[in-house]
């Protein structure tokens, strides 16, 4: 029986893994420089927790959640996110009490049940930060900087950057009441899924890809007079804090994120790249979610990056992989023993190489260490073993050289500046 991929998942061939690692390394660079320091949380957690965070109406928790059997008396579900993870981890281990206010950043897989399409998978990735235990109009504005940052360093263009406030709790119950105000009148032209969630969290409605509800958001009036005094005092400062870092934005009003526990500050990073579902990434503040997991009432902000979305914005399909620093042929049987011991040798001096194992001719050898990239070829014959040097070869000029066994690690070392 021949097995393929779940439906929804993707593998990771070698050849796009060195793309992965590039980003991750460059993430992990940025935020060093960010201050920010790694965390990671286990890939299932209590459904409870994602139930009582994201909103038992929100559309993760009620068509997207993929559910595990660990106990029969506990539900577990793979998490669609990890901000909420984190949250549970930041108290559990006490961190606002030793520390008050930190800076976490992750790098990880997420699970979502729902049907697959370009850039959407049931498995996918995120690279994000959760900033606990503070709420700054400064601070907004860092995070969402660090967030261009990092598209920037990577090598993604042309992305756009919408900001929104949700305002305080109060703001967003205004803000919800205007949207049906608005919307009642528009109920029949939406979609089936939309006409629900008129009912329960009508902030959906304007994240809807369907055309015939983006019709209709489109005709929606929408500016920020739902908030308060204060409230728009703070949007105001990280707007002036965006400015001043002289970061392009757009302000978005029908920009929402649909989650229950946002509040304040939101903005979305989307790209041409990828179609419908243009996000790269998306983030925001959600200064409640402490206090309504058992913590004091501490602000709190963050966003996640999608990296497969990375990928396709990065449009890179042919990426060169790292070669070898080091490729030995051995020539003949004989050669195989002190090819193997050199082998292991230059490793633990940190060079990068590989040797044939089956005894290859040497034009075959030679095809393999061009194949793997190799810097220079070592060719250890008869003549070689018997005189104790090797034959070295810079493959890309093509000079050979005899160099003593005592002095092939130094001599490598200096030619590969190690």
Same mark, same amino acid.
């Given at each position: 029986?021949?097995?393929?991929?779940?439906? *929804?998942?993707?593998?990771?061939?070698?050849?796009?893994?060195?793309?992965?690692?590039?980003?991750?390394?460059?993430?992990?660079?940025?935020?060093?420089?960010?201050?920010?320091?790694?965390?990671?949380?286990?890939?299932?957690?209590?459904?409870?927790?994602?139930?009582?965070?994201?909103?038992?109406?929100?559309?993760?928790?009620?068509?997207?959640?993929?559910?595990?059997?660990?106990?029969?008396?506990?539900?577990?579900?793979?998490?669609?996110?990890?901000?909420?993870?984190?949250?549970?981890?930041?108290?559990?281990?006490?961190?606002?009490?030793?520390?008050?206010?930190?800076?976490? +950043?992750?790098?990880?897989?997420?699970?979502?049940?729902?049907?697959?399409?370009?850039?959407?998978?049931?498995?996918?990735?995120?690279?994000?930060?959760?900033?606990?235990?503070?709420?700054?109009?400064?601070?907004?504005?860092?995070?969402?900087?660090?967030?261009?940052?990092?598209?920037?360093?990577?090598?993604?263009?042309?992305?756009?950057?919408?900001?929104?406030?949700?305002?305080?709790?109060?703001?967003?119950?205004?803000?919800?009441?205007?949207?049906?105000?608005?919307?009642?009148?528009?109920?029949?032209?939406?979609?089936?899924?939309?006409?629900?969630?008129?009912?329960?969290?009508?902030?959906?409605?304007?994240?809807?890809?369907?055309?015939?509800?983006?019709?209709?958001?489109?005709?929606?009036?929408?500016?920020?007079?739902?908030?308060?005094?204060?409230?728009?005092?703070?949007?105001?400062?990280?707007?002036?804090?965006?400015?001043?870092?002289?970061?392009?934005?757009?302000?978005? +009003?029908?920009?929402?994120? *649909?989650?229950?526990?946002?509040?304040?500050?939101?903005?979305?990073?989307?790209?041409?790249?990828?179609?419908?579902?243009?996000?790269?990434?998306?983030?925001?503040?959600?200064?409640?979610?402490?206090?309504?997991?058992?913590?004091?009432?501490?602000?709190?902000? *963050?966003?996640?990056? *999608?990296?497969?979305?990375?990928?396709?914005?990065?449009?890179?399909?042919?990426?060169?992989?790292?070669?070898?620093?080091?490729?030995?042929?051995?020539?003949?049987?004989?050669?195989?023993?002190?090819?193997?011991?050199?082998?292991?040798?230059?490793?633990?001096?940190?060079?990068?190489?590989?040797?044939?194992?089956?005894?290859?001719?040497?034009?075959?050898?030679?095809?393999?260490?061009?194949?793997?990239?190799?810097?220079?070829?070592?060719?250890?014959?008869?003549?070689?073993?018997?005189?104790?040097?090797?034959?070295?070869?810079?493959?890309?000029?093509?000079?050979?050289?005899?160099?003593?066994?005592?002095?092939?690690?130094?001599?490598?070392?200096?030619?590969?500046?190690?």
């Amino acid at each position: 029986m021949k097995f393929s991929t779940p439906r *929804g998942t993707k593998d990771i061939p070698p050849q796009e893994v060195i793309l992965w690692n590039e980003i991750e390394k460059t993430c992990q660079e940025v935020f060093k420089i960010f201050n920010y320091k790694e965390i990671r949380t286990p890939i299932f957690e209590e459904t409870a927790l994602f139930s009582r965070s994201l909103g038992s109406t929100s559309d993760i928790v009620q068509k997207q959640m993929l559910n595990v059997a660990v106990e029969k008396e506990k539900g577990y579900s793979l998490r669609p996110e990890a901000t909420a993870a984190i949250v549970r981890a930041y108290l559990e281990h006490g961190l606002d009490k030793e520390e008050g206010f930190v800076k976490l +950043f992750y790098i990880g897989p997420m699970f979502r049940g729902e049907r697959p399409q370009k850039g959407r998978l049931r498995q996918f990735h995120h690279i994000g930060v959760e900033a606990i235990g503070l709420t700054n109009p400064l601070l907004d504005a860092e995070i969402i900087l660090l967030a261009t940052r990092i598209l920037d360093r990577i090598g993604v263009s042309g992305y756009r950057l919408k900001i929104n406030s949700l305002g305080c709790a109060k703001d967003k119950e205004n803000f919800s009441k205007l949207l049906r105000d608005s919307l009642k009148t528009k109920i029949a032209d939406l979609c089936a899924d939309c006409k629900e969630r008129f009912k329960r969290n009508v902030f959906r409605v304007l994240d809807c890809k369907q055309e015939q509800c983006k019709e209709v958001v489109s005709t929606l009036k929408l500016d920020g007079k739902y908030l308060c005094p204060q409230c728009q005092d703070y949007f105001d400062l990280v707007k002036e804090n965006l400015k001043i870092l002289k970061l392009p934005f757009e302000v978005t +009003f029908t920009m929402v994120r *649909g989650l229950d526990y946002y509040t304040h500050t939101v903005f979305e990073i989307s790209h041409p790249n990828l179609g419908s579902q243009d996000a790269l990434g998306a983030g925001g503040r959600y200064d409640n979610l402490v206090k309504e997991l058992g913590g004091e009432n501490k602000g709190a902000m *963050g966003f996640a990056l *999608g990296f497969e979305r990375l990928i396709l914005a990065l449009n890179k399909e042919n990426i060169e992989a790292a070669g070898l620093d080091l490729f030995i042929a051995g020539l003949g049987p004989a050669a195989q023993k002190p090819a193997f011991l050199l082998l292991n040798d230059l490793r633990k001096q940190g060079i990068s190489c590989e040797m044939d194992f089956a005894s290859s001719s040497l034009k075959s050898q030679m095809r393999q260490a061009n194949d793997k990239k190799a810097k220079y070829v070592i060719i250890l014959g008869e003549d070689e073993i018997k005189n104790n040097e090797v034959t070295l070869k810079d493959m890309a000029t093509g000079f050979q050289e005899k160099i003593k066994n005592e002095a092939i690690v130094e001599n490598l070392k200096r030619k590969l500046s190690l």
